[in-house]
């Protein structure tokens, strides 16, 4: 304690002292501090307990950004349940102390007013300056402190990833913490729990349960968990969607999706659980000093979550939301409208329906990259596949229609269409295609490029044509949606039963009963089970199913021709670990039934990827044969004619303005470009005059703005997946409108005339390296000889490697999050370094020369030839 002839009062009664010191300190300094902010004033209450404590390290599941398991260090006992008391007894400006604290201090300390309510808690009014001062204890706190002798060395540092969030780990390693600090849109969920007694015996077990469980489904989600904490409030978490580097334009989706998920998982251990979710703007970044900081997010939208418990509003449709009496929270003048999500019921019906049309499962699913909140999804999906399969020259439709023996036929895609009664005449499919022998036929090709509408085309094509009836099975983004996929093939699998036999029972349970063969009658519980989709995800269950689903399509071989069609879509999910899991179930479904299709002639397979595995047969025997199409989206003819048919004008009627416009930002993805055209209508800048021709005003368009879409949307999220280095790189790439080298960047990041080390060139040449990898920018030749840059007056540049960001959409983003100065200094730096490069080394052995000759001054010289005879 620092006071001379005073007994040591021992380590529990010393700690409460510098407590009660701390707090009177704070109050002197902190209570009622200006913010600055419309005349708000910071008011302070304060509880202290004291006690013994546990310490639980809980949690241990990988992120998908990295491959470090995140720990959760957490703390309770008495003192957090002293504190949950006194606290709230305290008034503004006042500490309160609860029975066991003020029985070590009660003679350093002077107490202040009596408690009436709580006789046993007592006030803190000063210390007994008679005996301890604050001077005193601070020296003899600091004179004691150890800390810095336990703190973590730099070969320990693997030990402090598992505590610090990989974002900020990695900002930490590249030396730009600083940048950390932004305000951005985020979604957030808080969840105020209670029913677990971390110091009960089983209570430890608990607690790594529940942290562990709200960890694979946050993480599933690609989200953040940002805190745990057991206080008097019970237990809290924060969870946080749109923090880098696990950005999503569906983030709203996410964390509502995920806040359904964590209900049941409390359910499920007993525990009471109240969630929020909003989104909004907040400040994301660290708080506190040098020595003590963390990373938390800030502002009205968590705040509001936490007073709400409620929900949020969100537009993917995959949730339907339910308007609520608005109510009044705390800092909060009018009242909040809030709503109730309730998860969208299934679709029924998957693949050949009672009246003989087909039910696409994209017209209920995410699988398209597009929402689910179109009015007519049957309509948009035709409209779509009309639009895109009409351009006959595209090479995805060339290879289609040598397969299908014809070419497109938009009467075969109007919605009233059935199958059998197609006004187009009957024909078979060509020799040698897989729609006539059997085989499988691989799709492979980024979300927006055309795989659905392929797809559809060809499945419509063999079922009018051919009377090959559809058979669905299909995986989308979300998290567990392996069960959806043994599902869905079944229901239509007995569709396509019901078509040859139409007697079956209606109900799909009852159906099967009557069609599984006796080896698999044991099963039908599971089966049940798993139809009435009450079962979570169980791979005992997956293997069942995937058994029976092959032993009925081999009972249909004889009966009607069978196409099989596979899809696994990812959606926004931005790393490979996140779908691993439902990836590895997808290939392992299609690898068996592929075996089928390669036995029996009358069943054909359609696999529908964003990136076909190598590794698998099924996708060596499509490659083999000629099956695998890659769609890398439309070329320049390719796009005049798709924009003219959306729009519904004369190609030669397209403004070559906005051909140019649209064919540099959307890559040529039928997605994007739609995605554009309907934005351009939107904003104003795009006329339409149907049937005759368009006019657009492209000087004042500011891309940047539409983060909404799926193009500009999906093109943030990459941008914020990159590392930091990364990142910088990819900024300072945009502004350069030419071709440029890696001393360009180095010439603001690490400079060799900065001090700069090798190793920080050689950690931009890596990361440099790495955007090439992901399409970021290009390698590309070096300029022409008559170029200023490679002339030979000078030129030092050697084979040195050029770059260039050639993609105008990945430019145009990148360049809306960089200053106006930030830009005009990288130019500068890397002008200036050029400059240097050229010029310096010349004038250094010039310089070099003059030092090497021995100078005499002048009046010595005079001297000297005076002195020579």
Known sequence: HGSFGLDDLGPMATAVLRASACCIEIHKRLHMFETGVDDVRLCLHIGVGCGEISILQVGGVVPPETHIPRIEYL????????????????????????PQAWELVKDCVIEGRPLKDRMDFHLLLRMDESKYTFPTIKYATQ????????????????????????????????????YVNEMRKISVIFINGSGLDVMSQDGPKQAQELMSSVQKVCYSHEGTLNKFLIDDKGMLFLLVFGLPPLVHPDDPARAVLASMELVNVFKRLKLVGRFGVTTGRSYCGVCGSAKRMEYTVLGDCVNLSARLMETSKHSTGEMIFKALAPIKVKGKANPIPIFQPVPREAAGACGVTMDRKIRFPWYDNLLDGSSLTSKDPVLTAKTKVQHLCSIQKWTANVKVAEMLGGPFNKVMHSPEQ??????VGRSKAPAGSPFADGGLVVIEGATGTGKIELAEHIIAHCATQFQMMPVFGTMGPRPGESNRMAIELLRSIVAVYRTVSPS???EDVQALEKLISPQHAGSMATLSELLSQSSSDSPAALDVALKVIVSLLAGLRSKTGILVVLQFEQGTNLFEKTAEKDLAIFWRFTSEISLLVNKEKSVAGLVLVRKASQDQQCVKDAMSSGNLLSLNGLNEEHILEYMASYLGIPEDAVPPPLRRFVSQVTMGNPLYIRETLDQLLQDGNLKVKSGASATAALDKIDIAAWSHTAMVGGTVCNIESLDPIEMAALKMSTCFEGSFTLPDLAASSCSQWGGATHFDLLRLFRATRMLVSRGFIDKVPPPSRDSPRTSESGNNFGDTQYFAMQSALIRTVGASMVLEAQKKSVKRNALIDRVLKQDLPDRMTELAAKKSVQHIPWYYERALRRMLP
Request: charged share 15%; glycine share 6%.
């Open 418 to 423: 059935t199958i059998g009664s197609t006004p």
């Open 504 to 506: 079956l029972p209606p």
């Open 75 to 98: 703390i309770s006992g008495a003192p957090l349940e002293q504190i949950s008391i006194a606290e709230p007894l305290a008034e503004n400006g006042e500490t309160c102390l609860s």
């Open 143 to 178: 004179l004691y402190d150890s800390r810095a002798e336990n703190c973590f060395k730099l070969a320990q540092l693997n030990i402090t990833r598992r505590y610090i969030p990989s974002a900020v780990f990695k900002q930490i390693e590249c030396g730009t913490l600083p």
